[in-house]
């Protein structure tokens, strides 16, 4: 990126300064549809959103450029602005760190990618369940460099079906978006047979949802 376009954001005193190369990145991939200061709030509003709950910062650069990206994909498909042409399915729990990561992880591994996924918290825990990321690993199904998310509107806006799990009335609710509430047990604090019970139950739900889709399920 030229100075010229890096003095083109706002001049704002950034607590890193990779949000500010975050911002002029964005602000470029972004271009034409939105403006530099929205990009700007995105990237601030991510990283404060994400610092909240961090107890390790070591990741949070990685994390904060992932979620900052996705939320404004997700904007811009829902303006519009942006064509997809695969059913985007937001799975919500309260923490993030368990149903919910392990439903949108089962459903991109058994839809074959055939549906984008994203999932996020109503209240988001510091770190992934342990005994999640073991139960899904035995499917060979990678969660290690999953964090759990803040609940955004934009994600919700981008959404063709949001599937709810125990978050109660903390997600928004817009016109024309179908709501579907799975009704799980909280793998939290569960040992990993208990958790693995789970886990089959999310995979005999997301059998059902993809035959909804007209997809065909893979075995995990």
Known sequence: MSENERRALPGLAYPEEYLHRLAGD????????????????????????L?????????????????????????????????????????VCEQNAGRSQMAAALTAAMSGGRVHVRSAGSMPAAQLNPAVIAALAELDIDLTHEFPKPLTDDVVQ?????????????????????YVDWAL???ADLPIERVRLIRDDITNHVHKLLAELGIESRVP
Not at 26 to 49: D, H, M, N, W
Not at 158 to 176: H, K, N
């Open 26 to 49: 964005l602000a470029i991939r972004f271009a034409g549809v939105f403006t530099p200061e929205t990009v700007e709030r995105y990237v601030l509003e991510s990283y404060t959103g």
């Open 51 to 91: 610092l909240r709950t961090a107890k390790v910062k070591a990741h949070l650069a990685q994390a904060t450029i992932r979620f900052t990206t996705d939320r404004l994909t997700a904007l811009a498909q829902a303006k519009g602005a942006v064509a997809y042409d695969l059913p985007e399915v937001l799975f």
């Open 158 to 178: 981008a959404a063709d079906v949001v599937i709810t799990m125990g978050c109660g009335d903390a997600c928004p609710v817009y016109p024309g978006k179908r």
């Open 185 to 187: 047990d909280d793998p």
